[in-house]
């Protein structure tokens, strides 16, 4: 089970974090993906990071916006999005994979039920 939290609204140039926790003690084997989603629009990738945290991956649209990081003592993947601009308002779901970082939702087993992330001015 996948619990992503931490959306709200916020205005351009602000920034949020976002949390996935798990509740599996394996959680920490897991490969974890953020993925967004705004009506009309076919669910992206957003970032990716290794069961280690030793790799990162990124889409070009949040690239150097936005971190993601791990901390499998908590059993939690954080997404800190920075300089939020009105393109990433969507609901933001976080998955998990045995493979390795891959950017398509359907390499992904796992997923949360989603946080709404509005940016708004």
């Known amino acids: 089970q996948l619990q992503a939290s931490g959306g709200g609204l916020v205005q351009p140039g602000d920034s949020l974090r976002l949390s996935c926790a798990a509740s599996?003690?394996?959680?920490?084997?897991?490969?974890v993906g953020w993925f967004r989603q705004s009506p009309g629009k076919e669910r992206e990738f957003v970032a990716g990071?290794?069961?280690?945290?030793?790799?990162?991956y990124y889409s070009d649209s949040v690239k150097g916006r936005f971190t993601v990081s791990r901390d499998n003592a908590k059993n939690t993947v954080y997404l800190q999005m920075n300089s939020l601009k009105f393109e990433d308002t969507a609901i933001y779901y976080c998955?998990?994979?045995?493979?390795?970082?891959?950017?398509?939702?359907?390499?992904?087993?796992?997923w949360g039920q989603g946080t709404q992330v509005t940016v708004s001015s």
């Open positions: 998955a998990a994979t045995r493979r390795v970082i891959g950017a398509t939702p359907t390499e992904y087993a796992y």
């Open positions: 599996e003690r394996t959680f920490s084997t897991y490969t």
């Open positions: 990071i290794s069961w280690g945290g030793g790799n990162t």
